[in-house]
């Protein structure tokens, strides 16, 4: 692509709407072979963007989702011990006895299983998504770290493994904990913050062209209303187009406080906050809205 309104004219297609900041960030990153380390609150359009950058590409899409306790063999690679068994019972039935011939062949690359990591560095191109990379341990920051370095694996058995073109990759943070620095001064970065009003309703009629343009800009304006209380867990772009495909799925082509509060589960996922919503004069925010 050969400039950033390019890269936003790309995902636009694809359904994903960038601000200007965005745009530059996706286009330096597809430039310099630069992973894009993507951080804010949960539901913002993190992961959405690896997505929608695999489809602009025509890439597929290659996904490593983190977790407490993730290793490297988890991510990278393991050995199909069922497989080398059947192979190791066969050779010994067809009467072979050279150890190192067994070992050679039970070490093979037929019998190697590509976790996320390799397949990337195996798939050309890609996109490679590390979501919530706040949830693994220091541990395993180090390990991408060098992997993200030099986009290289080496595996005892077989050598050294090198991607022949490095994939595009997505880095998201929730900023449940401090990523460290290291890591951070690989990427480039983008905060994500929600969106703008004019901004997220776009986004939700580009999601949801089904549904009325009266319903999502009340849809909208409530869900900003939600996000200035001091909630536990503030909706995020996700949660709008939630909310709106659940009330569109009832048949309404606008909402009251009534329905609103009925629906709040599309919405709002802790009791707490549920309860403080209840609070809100809902009546009076669609009535700004000329509801």
Known sequence: MD????????????????????AIACFLALRLGRPLFCEGDAGVGKTALASALAEALDAPLIRLQCHEGIDASQALYDWDFPRQLL???????????????????????RFLVARPLLKALQTQPSV???????????????????????????????????AEAPPVVVLTSNRTREVHDALKRRCLYHWFDHPAFARELAIVRRRLPGVSARLAEQVTALVHALRAQDLLKPPGVAETIDWAEALDTLGAGEVDAELAMATLGSVLKYREDAERARGLDFAAILAARGA
């Open 87 to 109: 192979h190791l019972r066969a050779a010994e039935a067809a009467g072979v006895t050279d150890a190192d011939r067994l070992e050679s062949e039970l070490y093979d690359r």
């Open 128 to 162: 490679l998504l590390v979501d919530e990379i706040d949830r693994a341990d220091d541990e395993f920051e180090a390990f991408l770290l060098e992997l993200l370095s030099e986009f290289s694996v080496t595996i005892p058995e077989l050598g050294t493994l090198r």
């Open 3 to 22: 400039g950033p309104e390019q890269v936003r004219a790309r995902l636009e297609e694809t359904g994903y709407l960038v601000d200007d900041g965005l």
